[in-house]
């Protein structure tokens, strides 16, 4: 049977918070020797650190598009039928 999904949304914020809740429950498992539990942990840890470098990527892609229109708009060409002096 295909196991079911379900899409939620978080704030970076919410997500590195949850990544710093996975770590300690991850090591509080090995701790107490729950080898399956801190692998499981590991697992889903691994799965929002990916997430949150999607998220940065975006972000930092976002910005350099930015910044490019912005140059683009204050350019020298932004203007045909300007004439500088």
């Known amino acids: 049977m295909k196991e079911s999904t379900a899409l939620i949304k978080?704030?970076?914020s919410e997500i590195e918070w949850t990544i710093i809740a996975l770590v300690y429950s991850q090591k509080a498992a090995e701790h107490f020797t729950q080898w399956d539990d801190a692998k499981m942990y590991e697992?889903?840890?691994k799965d929002f650190?990916?997430?949150?470098e999607n998220i940065?990527?975006?972000e930092k892609e976002i910005e350099t598009r930015n910044q490019a229109k912005e140059e683009n708009r204050n350019g020298p060409q932004a203007c045909e039928s300007c004439v500088d002096w």
């Open 43 to 45: 697992r889903i840890r």
């Open 10 to 12: 978080l704030t970076k």
């Open 56 to 58: 940065r990527q975006g």
């Open 49 to 52: 650190v990916k997430i949150k």
